[in-house]
């Protein structure tokens, strides 16, 4: 029970100042959530834990902080979907690009439709940039976390 907690936690406190996403820590985090048997999108708020600290007081250091979160959930995924191409058969690689690509684009219009929804209530700029930016960076973060779930280890797979 404790388990994933600890390794969540280890996420969040392996985060250089910078609030970059680490994603080793990450991948760790999602192994033992699957051994565990528990949900790894824990580990994806874990990994933002730093740019929420500040959100209220410095929202423009929150909105940078999940910009780069963003950033580095697409190289992650990027490099996960390199490693799947060279070494899953082709009809995985195929079903893994497809799983992300529609992942990605059903999480990000429920972001669109949160920023629309924002301007409708007239929120400040800010906070809607805020609210837009932490959402695409945990849509990443979650298409990343899922690639890892269902596809564990492509190193293995017979091609």
């Excluded at 280890?10 to 680490?22: K, R």
């Excluded at 080793?24 to 600290?53: E, K």
């Amino acid at each position: 029970m404790f388990k994933p907690l600890i390794a969540a936690l280890a996420v969040g406190l392996a985060a250089p100042a910078s609030a970059e996403v680490d994603l080793t820590a990450v991948t760790a985090c999602i192994d033992s959530a699957r051994t565990d048997g528990t949900n790894p999108n824990l580990c994806v708020d874990t990994a933002h834990q730093d740019c929420l600290v500040d959100s209220a007081e410095a929202p423009a250091a929150a909105t940078l902080c999940f910009t780069k979160a963003r950033e580095a959930w697409s190289q992650g995924i990027a490099a996960r979907m390199e490693t799947i191409r060279a070494n899953a058969p082709e009809k995985l690689a195929a079903l893994a690009g497809i799983e992300v690509k529609y992942d990605l684009i059903s999480s990000l219009t429920q972001c669109d439709r949160l920023e629309e929804l924002g301007q409708l209530q007239e929120a400040e700029a800010e906070t809607i940039l805020l609210q837009k930016t932490r959402c695409t960076a945990t849509a990443s973060g979650l298409a990343y976390t899922r690639l890892l779930w269902r596809l564990p280890n492509p190193d293995t797979q017979d091609k």
